[in-house]
């Protein structure tokens, strides 16, 4: 079954607390991407992995740091949170050879307080 | 710089009629151009995509959407909608490469 899990689904954190959001993906996609979505500014590109090891920064890397140890592992982490990180975070992966066609989890809503 | 502009933040139409969502977009080389769906609180989802061949290709749920070199466009299009099918839609493009470029989003109602 093809499927992008996203866990947690919804995070409520203190400013200044570390988040970790984890994405997982059943179908061998080489490529692995980490968006945040909000209100009037559409979909930002914060990371995208092109395999084990092999991450490159995004659009708005300030603030976000990645880890993927496995090819169907994709972690988001914020070292010391800000408000301004509150957003919803979608995980994505891709199959290269079929043109990145983007397969999306349901997200991560994440309130920082 | 790849760059994808959709001109209309909401759309709003009734039940069975048609509608036509508009993009374009800018850049010089050969890309993939997709369309993806996102009904509220959820994921996106791939509808359809281009690469090269026919300018027309259809999608999912009757959609489809058509290319134009001259234009720099790709709109996508539906006969007769369905509730259901009220949602936003992104249009996006990317090259070779793994990176896309989404565009602001259309926010498509469709009154019974």
């Known amino acids: 079954d093809m499927k992008v899990t996203q866990m947690p689904r919804y995070l409520i954190k203190r400013m200044g607390e570390n988040v970790l959001l984890e994405c997982g993906q059943d179908m061998s996609h080489e490529t692995m991407y980490w968006y945040r979505q909000d209100p009037g500014l559409g979909l930002q590109l914060i990371y995208i992995s092109y395999d084990v090891d092999s991450n490159s920064e995004g659009d708005i890397p300030k603030g976000y740091r990645v880890s993927r140890k496995k090819r169907e592992h994709f972690s988001l982490i914020l070292d010391s949170a800000k408000t301004n990180q509150t957003s919803v975070y979608f995980c994505a992966s891709s199959f290269r050879a079929s043109g990145n066609t983007l397969y999306f989890g349901e997200g991560s809503r994440l309130i920082v307080v | 710089t790849q760059t994808v502009s959709q001109s209309d933040a909401h759309v709003t139409v009734f039940e069975g009629d048609s509608v036509e969502l508009r993009c374009n977009y800018s850049?010089?080389?050969?890309?993939?151009l997709s369309w993806y769906i996102q009904h509220h609180g959820r994921g996106l989802q791939f509808l359809l995509k281009?690469?090269?061949?026919?300018?027309v290709v259809q999608g999912v749920n009757g959609f489809e959407a058509e290319f134009s070199k001259s234009d720099s466009s790709f709109h996508l299009r539906k006969a007769s909608v369905h509730w259901s099918d009220s949602a936003v839609y992104f249009c996006a493009v990317n090259n070779a490469g793994a990176k896309l470029t989404f565009g602001g989003g259309t926010r498509l109602t469709v009154r019974p």
């Open positions: 850049y010089g080389g050969s890309i993939y």
């Open positions: 281009y690469y090269s061949g026919n300018p």
